[in-house]
């Protein structure tokens, strides 16, 4: 047997034996004893050794996967896929630095990001490869393949994978883009961007934070050490898509490509249905739809002037006895035939729908002696089974959909009705 061949039966053998139960040395001589000296056959010795070895003998057949069927936890898997990026990057292990490879491997099936903490010579980027024993874990949200010791790359001919340079890597427009959709291209405007110095587990890292738009809508995003400028319309290729307190956002890092393109951009922000968000929350979104519920707790309320938490008396749970700060909000649901989302409405927009200022609701209530009861009724009134027009960020949690509501505009039945709005909105 070729020295070559018998390494790769070592391979086989070490992914299906527990880490630690034997070294390489032991295998390899064990192997070669059931192999040589007892005329044994390739398949029952490696068998034998991995009992010997408390491993389990199903990891043996390395088993051929597309892309597209990895899961967390696949072992002693082969791959046939090209990859499509190399880099490399230094990082500090235990006060050691060393460097290690990161990338995209794709097939026709869809595209893995891979980690590796050493790559034979012979892999290039661009390159097709049959690659043996590797495992699948779950990282940050996403699967990942990764590459150890015991992987081998075997050279493949280019056709060996069909390039899908479309299909590879998923070309999205904003309003698309759902956690763990995999790697996309998006093009789009950066409306505003930030940079900031933040430190991680391997150092000091510089990151811009920013919003990008195109014409379905905006979604935040981060850049991990590319600077991104204001105004500028950019191609990322190779961005995945994460989360960030219920909203979408596109993470971009030295993964991926980000060009400056001459393309032409316009930022806009079509009505979003409700089930969409449903799925997926936004940034500084616009829906329309009826307000079918006013909750308890809208309207006239107090609260600690301390901790900002909403009081039915004078007394605060963690600040005790307080004077508390009266304010006004609204908490409705709103309908789109769609889907629904719960609305939270702050004092500024509240005192827009009621005409009225929080003083003057303040004074209005003395008159009524304490009580605050108009204030729900006018909103109801005002809201209640009427069309209109919702602003702000959209939250898809496991409470369900909440819009932060920015913006809140009656969608005209009359002509009547909304100037007597824009009046409002001029007092
Ligand atoms: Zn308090």
Redesign the pocket.
């Given at each position: 047997m070729k020295r070559d061949e018998l390494e790769m039966h070592v391979n086989d053998v070490m992914n299906a034996i527990p880490e630690g139960s034997a070294s390489r040395e032991e295998v390899r001589s064990l192997l070669t004893r059931y192999l040589n000296d007892l005329k044994v056959s390739v398949y029952e010795a490696k068998r034998t050794v991995v009992r010997k070895y408390g491993g389990d003998v199903h990891l043996l057949s390395s088993r051929i996967k597309k892309i597209g069927d990895l899961r967390a936890g696949d072992r002693g898997v082969t791959v046939i896929a090209r990859v499509v990026t190399v880099n490399p990057k230094e990082i500090t292990v235990e006060g050691v630095k060393r460097r290690v490879f990161y990338g995209f491997l794709t097939d026709e099936t869809g595209t893995v990001p891979y980690f590796a903490w050493q790559l034979p010579g012979n892999v290039k980027k661009g390159g097709v490869y049959k690659i043996r024993n590797v495992q699948v874990r779950e990282w940050q949200d996403k699967l990942e393949v990764r590459i150890s010791e015991n992987t081998e790359f075997i050279e493949m001919p280019q056709d060996a994978v069909p390039m899908t340079r479309k299909r590879d890597i998923l070309v999205a427009k904003v309003a698309d883009l759902r956690p763990r959709m995999g790697a996309v291209e998006v093009t789009g405007k950066v409306l505003s961007v930030e940079r900031s110095i933040v430190e991680t587990s391997d150092g000091m890292k510089e990151v811009w934070h920013g919003v990008l738009g195109d014409e379905t809508g905006k979604v935040q995003f981060s850049s991990w050490g590319v600077a991104v400028e204001e105004g500028a319309v950019i191609r990322v290729r190779g961005a995945y898509v994460g989360t960030f307190r219920g909203m979408p956002t596109l993470v971009m890092d030295a993964r991926c490509e980000i060009e400056e393109t001459e393309e032409d951009v316009e930022v806009r922000d079509p009505v979003v249905s409700l089930s969409h968000l449903e799925k997926r929350g936004g940034y500084d979104v616009r829906a329309e739809g009826v307000f079918i519920d006013i909750k308890a707790g809208s309207g006239f309320i107090k609260r600690?002037?301390?901790?900002?938490?909403v009081?039915a008396t004078t007394s605060?749970?963690?600040?005790g006895h307080?004077s508390p700060k009266p304010d006004l909000r609204i908490k409705a649901v709103l309908d789109d035939g769609t889907g629904s989302a719960h609305c939270i409405v702050n004092r500024e927009i509240t005192e827009r729908v009621l005409g009225k200022t929080l003083e003057e609701v303040v004074e209005e209530g003395k008159e009524m002696l304490g009580d605050y009861s108009f204030v729900y009724e006018a909103i109801s009134e005002r809201l209640l089974g009427r069309p209109w027009e919702v602003r702000g960020n959209a939250i898809a949690d496991e409470f369900g959909l909440t819009i932060l509501v920015r913006d809140l505009k009656p969608i005209a039945v009359n002509v009547e009705e909304e100037a007597e709005f824009l009046l409002e909105e001029l007092r």
């Open positions: 600690c002037p301390q901790c900002g938490r009081l605060c749970p963690v600040h307080v």
